[in-house]
């Protein structure tokens, strides 16, 4: 049974940084790439940074300059790194596992930045 499970979520005050982590477990089969995305109450889910396997990346504009997006030394990991938080950052944040037939998802983590 596959597995995809998010970490290091919390509340953090604006200005601050938080460091979320995914790990994957089971027989996941071929991975394309990884990423991050988030939706905010009321709002569609929308992706904040992807990695492929190849080590491309890609960014949100909203979050470029801040937010880092790395792979684990464990296979089918994947950090993103967030500083200087700010407000419009607060959603929950699920992380994707791409494959080359589809993907699989985890439960979310929640960020809550206060002002």
């Known amino acids: 049974q596959v597995q995809v499970v998010e970490s290091g979520g919390g509340l953090v005050q604006a200005g601050g940084s938080l460091r979320l982590s995914c790990a994957t477990s089971?027989?996941?089969?071929?991975?394309?790439?990884m990423g991050w995305y988030r939706q905010a109450p009321g709002k569609r889910r929308d992706l904040v940074a992807r990695i492929t396997t190849g080590g491309s990346t890609n960014y949100a504009d909203s979050v470029k300059g801040r937010f880092t997006i790395s792979r684990g030394s464990a296979a089918k990991t994947v950090f993103l790194q967030m500083n200087n938080l700010k407000p419009e950052d607060t959603a929950v944040y699920y992380c994707?596992?791409?494959?080359?037939?589809?993907?699989?998802w985890g439960q979310g983590t929640q960020v809550t930045v206060s002002s």
């Open positions: 089971g027989s996941i089969g071929r991975v394309s790439a």
């Open positions: 994707n596992v791409g494959l080359l037939g589809g993907d699989y």
